[in-house]
């Protein structure tokens, strides 16, 4: 995985005149986050080297989807359901339209809102496997992505810089044991995250280069 150090202007335009209606919008605080934890350490532990260590040792298919989590799985609300409030809807399909054409992308993998204390944790996707984007806004910027180099056995954190991130990477399948892509994210304040898929190499390597300049 790397980070984007400088979001292309015409990118940045869209992702911020989402964000900002986002954040300013009461919807935000009527986003009821699903909380899927035995830990009551505000994730600390399932985001933890201890709870990586322990699912390693565990069956791979078990760990796909993450276990513990406390956030709102907004492409499970909207655009889809129709008893959500109309401009929200209208916004996120507007953002997905643009986003998709911007990056060649084959659909939008997740949008999530993890409020204070807010995480998801270690898992690593092989089930949804694929080149992808990752888009963060943290305003307060007080959070972090965490991920583990499976060949230096290692944990690789990313810091939230205030306002929008942007990293970019590949997410093992099953049938791919040396590329499975361990991760997760802890906040203490307010995020918002998107991911898109990209269907093949060729036209990822074609975003990357026009998604900004990378670290």
């Not at 015409?10 to 009461?26: G, R």
């Not at 990752?134 to 910027?141: A, H, R």
């Not at 918002?192 to 280069?209: C, D, F, H, K, R």
């Amino acid at each position: 995985m790397k980070s984007v150090i400088k979001i292309e202007p015409a990118l940045l335009k869209i992702l911020t005149n989402f964000s900002d209606w986002f954040f300013n919008s009461d919807f935000q605080h009527e986003l009821k986050p699903i909380e899927k934890k035995e830990d009551l350490d505000s994730g600390l532990y399932a985001t933890s080297e201890e709870y990586l260590r322990k699912a390693l040792k565990k069956p791979v298919n078990d760990y796909g989807y993450p276990i513990h989590m406390f956030a709102a799985v907004m492409e499970d609300i909207l655009p889809y359901d129709k008893l959500a409030p109309k401009e929200y809807r209208d916004k996120c399909q507007e953002l997905d339209d643009e986003l998709i054409c911007y990056f060649g992308a084959r659909n939008n993998a997740l949008r999530a809102y993890y409020p204070p204390d807010g995480y998801i944790g270690w898992h690593h996707n092989a089930n949804a496997c694929g080149h992808n984007i990752i888009l963060t806004c943290n305003p307060e910027g007080d959070g972090e992505f965490e991920s583990y180099n499976l060949k230096e056995d290692k944990i690789i954190t990313y810091k939230d810089e205030k306002g929008w991130n942007a990293k970019v990477g590949y997410f093992g399948s099953f049938k791919e044991p040396n590329k499975i892509y361990w991760h997760c994210a802890r906040t203490r304040t307010p995020r918002l995250t998107m991911s898109y898929v990209i269907p093949n190499a060729y036209l990822w390597e074609g975003m990357v280069e026009s998604i900004g300049t990378l670290e």
